[in-house]
Nanobody
Framework: VQLQASGGGLVQAGGSLRLSCAAS????????MGWYRQAPGKQRELVAS???????NYADSVKGQFTISRDNTERTVYLQMNNLKPEDTAVYYC??????????????WGQGTLVTVSS
């Protein structure tokens, strides 16, 4: 199973970016999908998550600013980030709890995509 993230980049404060993360491999089902971020010198933190039934959860710091969504057919999770601020600068990682064809459940991480917000 692999998670391939894309969509990061450099943006000015107030701008928007959309991150995507596609899962591939021997997948029976994907439970929760989410986005985490890690800023320099800080611990990795949950940004947002979405269940396979569409229930979402957001960090307080991004509520009303970021929107998470998923396409179960495409096995892809998205993070729409609006009104970006310099403090949103971080490496963003996607995460998925995957039930494999074998029936075993594992947690997987994408490779990380850098988001840099300039002031």
């Amino acid at each position: 199973v692999q998670l391939q993230a894309s969509g990061g980049g450099l943006v000015q404060a107030g701008g928007s970016l959309r991150l995507s993360c596609a899962a591939s491999g021997s997948i029976r089902r994907i439970n929760v999908m989410g986005w985490y971020r890690q800023a320099p010198g800080k611990q990795r933190e949950l940004v947002a998550s979405v269940s396979n039934s569409g229930i979402t959860n957001y960090a307080d710091s991004v509520k009303g600013q970021f929107t998470i969504s998923r396409d179960n057919t495409e096995r892809t999770v998205y993070l729409q980030m609006n009104n970006l601020k310099p403090e949103d600068t971080a490496v963003y990682y996607c995460n998925a709890e995957v039930v494999r064809i074998s029936g075993f459940k594992n947690n997987y991480w994408g490779q990380g995509t850098l988001v840099t917000v300039s002031s």
